[in-house]
């Protein structure tokens, strides 16, 4: 069985984000599945800190940001 661990983020309460995560993961089998989940996420700081805890645990990233600049700041560096 492969672990996986999945990384949510949301500038709200993240319900239509765990609805998306939910019907992808049905799409794996034999997976287990280790959900980072973070409501709320309205600061670049808070942003910040997330993705630390991203890197200390790599996985796929699904997030709901409608902020442009917010979702620019969380983006890699080049």
């Known amino acids: 069985m492969g672990r996986l661990h999945l990384h949510l983020i949301s500038d709200s309460t993240g319900e239509t984000l765990e609805n998306i995560a939910k019907a992808a993961i049905a799409q794996f089998d034999d997976v287990e599945v280790v959900r980072h ?7 670049e700081s808070h942003l910040d800190r997330i993705i630390a805890e991203v890197q200390a645990s790599p996985g796929m990233i699904l997030f709901t940001l409608v902020n442009g600049e917010l979702r620019a700041s969380g983006a890699p560096k080049r």
């Open 37 to 43: 989940f973070w409501p709320m996420v309205r600061s």
